[in-house]
C-alpha cells in the first residue's frame, strides 16, 4: 500500500501538467504543495539511503566483531572521543547513518558509542563544514561553532546515554530477527561470495527502510505544508524562544545536513546566531524523518528517551554558548 501510494505520489509529480484535472476536478494548491515536498524529500533521501544500506551491508559481509571491539577502549567514557573522530570521518547524512549504526550495534558496538556516531557523523563530516563555510561566507565564526558545538553535543549525548542504558540490548525484535535470519542465510548461501552477499543485504535493507522513508517524508511534507513558519517566526524572538523554535523548525523540515546551512542563512537577521546554530547542530541530530527511520530498528522507548535527551543537550548547550560566547 505504501509503495502504491509513492507511485500515485511520483506520477502526479512527473506528469500532473499534462493532466486534464482542471477539466475534471479541481485539486486545492496545498495538496499540489504537499506532493512536491514528499517527492522532494523522497528525492533527496534516497541517494543517502542507498550509500547508507551498502555500507551497512559491508560492515555486515566483511567487517569482524573482534577487529570492531580492537579500537573501542574499554573505558565506557573515553570510547566516546574515538567515536567522534569515527563519525567526523563518515561524510553520510541522518538518513544514511541510521542502518549504519544499527549495523554497528549488531557486530557489538556498545550502545552510547554508536549513537555518539549516528549525532555526529551527520554533522561533523567535511562536507557539512564546507557547506556551512560556504553558505555563512559573511559570518565565517557560524561554521567553526556549529563544529564545536556539535562536537560538545555528541560526548554529552553519548555520556547520557550510557548512564541511562549502559550496554542494554535497544534494538526492537524485527531487527534481532532479520538479524538472525541474514546471519543464517549467510551461511547456507557461503559459495555465493561476499559480494552477492554484500548485495544482497543492501537490498534486503533498502525495502525495509523504505517504507519508514515513504512515512517519515509524508509525515515532513504534511507539517511543512500546513504549518506556517511566520507562526513560528513570531513566537521566536527572544534569547529563551529563539533556539527552541529554530529546533522545532529544523525537526519539521526534515533537511539534509549537506545542505540545511543554505536554508539557515536565509533566516540571518530574523533570528539571533545562536539560534541559527540551534537550527544547525539539532537538525542532522534528530529530525522527523529520522525519527521514524530510527523507529525501524530500534526501541520506541528508546527512540523517545533519544529525541528528549538530544533535544534537552542540544537547548542547554545552545543557551551556555549564548551567555558566554556571544
Known amino acids: 500500500m505504501i509503495y502504491l501510494l509513492l507511485v500515485v505520489f511520483f506520477a502526479l509529480f512527473l506528469f500532473g501538467d499534462t493532466l486534464p484535472f482542471e477539466t ?4 486545492p494548491s496545498s495538496l499540489l504543495d504537499l506532493n512536491t515536498m514528499f517527492i522532494s524529500i523522497v528525492l ?10 551498502f555500507i551497512s551491508a559491508i560492515i555486515q559481509t566483511f567487517l569482524k566483531e573482534e577487529t570492531l571491539k580492537k579500537f573501542i ?10 567515536a567522534v573522530a569515527i563519525g567526523a570521518v563518515f561524510p553520510v547524512c541522518e538518513c544514511a547513518i541510521v542502518p549504519i549504526v544499527r549495523r554497528l550495534i549488531q557486530k557489538g558496538m556498545p550502545l552510547h558509542v554508536g549513537i555518539v556516531i549516528l549525532v555526529s557523523a551527520p554533522v561533523l563530516n567535511p562536507i557539512v563544514f564546507l557547506s556551512t563555510f560556504y553558505a555563512f561566507q559573511t559570518d565565517l565564526s557560524i561554521a567553526w561553532a556549529r563544529m564545536g558545538l556539535a562536537f ?11 548512564q541511562f542504558f549502559g550496554n542494554r540490548w535497544q534494538l526492537n525484535k524485527a531487527t534481532t530477527e532479520a538479524m538472525n535470519h541474514h546471519h543464517n542465510h549467510a551461511h547456507a548461501n557461503n559459495r555465493g561470495g561476499k559480494i552477492a552477499e554484500t548485495f ?22 504534511i507539517v511543512q505544508t500546513f ?16 533556539p527552541a523554535v529554530m529546533m522545532g523548525l529544523a525537526y519539521i523540515l526534515s533537511l539534509c545536513s549537506e545542505a540545511d546551512a543554505f536554508v539557515a542563512s536565509s533566516f540571518k537577521g530574523l533570528f539571533s546566531p545562536t539560534a541559527i546554530l540551534a537550527f544547525l547542530v539539532y537538525g542532522p541530530m534528530t529530525d522527523l524523518k529520522n525519527t521514524i527511520l530510527m523507529l525501524a530498528y530500534f526501541k520506541k522507548r528508546f527512540v523517545l528517551a533519544f529525541l528528549v535527551i538530544v533535544t534537552v543537550v542540544v537547548y542547554a548547550v545552545s543557551l551556555w554558548y549564548d551567555a558566554f560566547f556571544i
Open 24 to 27: 475534471l476536478f479541481s485539486i
Open 227 to 242: 504549518v506556517a513558519r511566520e507562526t513560528l517566526m513570531e513566537i521566536g524572538n527572544g534569547a529563551l524562544a529563539g
Open 200 to 221: 544482497q543485504h543492501a537490498g534486503d535493507e533498502f525495502f525495509d527502510m523504505g517504507k519508514f522513508l515513504i512515512i517519515g517524508a509524508l509525515f515532513a511534507g
Open 44 to 53: 533527496e533521501a534516497i541517494p543517502f539511503v542507498l550509500l547508507g544500506v
Open 73 to 82: 577502549p574499554a573505558n565506557p567514557y573515553l570510547a566516546l572521543f574515538p
Open 152 to 162: 560538545v553535543v555528541s560526548l554529552l549525548v553519548g555520556a547520557v546515554i550510557y
